[in-house]
């Protein structure tokens, strides 16, 4: 692919991957404010409408990044959504509170879901932001930059 596609690309797929990122995560907030007491070794002053309000707390942080970057605020957009599929990987800690053997199969492919459908999200909000930056170099330097993010020519 070269480098003038990449840009429609990674475009078009940042709502559909922001979707797919929202989806997983409201899974495994779902899944663990459900099952909750089976969840080894998380606390057990945490309560089922926490979990829920838990999630509405991040999903509110994408959704601010999403309507920043869709209303051309471009870079902080990009950043919000950035840390925003970051968090992806903060179900990850389950695994440091007990095991992978000692969670369900349904716990492990939520968290796992969870933090797969984040590293794409955030792989392509790196790339846009790359592109983004890209863009503000100056013109009569930007065939360089394009030159070596084509790679060696064939």
């Known amino acids: 692919m070269s480098a003038s596609g990449t840009p429609n690309l990674s475009t078009g797929l940042l709502p559909w991957l922001f979707g797919l990122y929202a989806a997983a995560t409201l899974l495994h907030f779902a899944h663990n404010a459900e099952y909750l007491a089976q969840y080894p070794n998380l606390p057990s002053s945490w309560s089922r409408s926490e979990v829920y309000a838990s999630w509405c707390c991040v999903m509110l942080l994408g959704v601010l990044g999403y309507g920043l970057y869709a209303r051309r605020h471009r870079s902080v957009g990009l950043t919000i959504l950035g840390l925003y599929a970051a968090l992806g990987f903060g179900g990850l800690l389950h695994y440091t509170r007990a095991s992978m053997h000692e969670h369900s199969a349904m716990m492990s492919l939520t968290i796992l879901t969870e933090a797969a459908m984040g590293s794409l999200l955030l792989a392509n ?15 009569r330097r930007r065939h360089m930059v394009v030159r070596c993010m084509r790679g060696p020519a064939a």
Request: glycine letters at 6%.
């Open 125 to 139: 909000v790196a790339l846009l932001a790359g592109i983004a930056s890209v863009s503000t170099i100056p013109r």
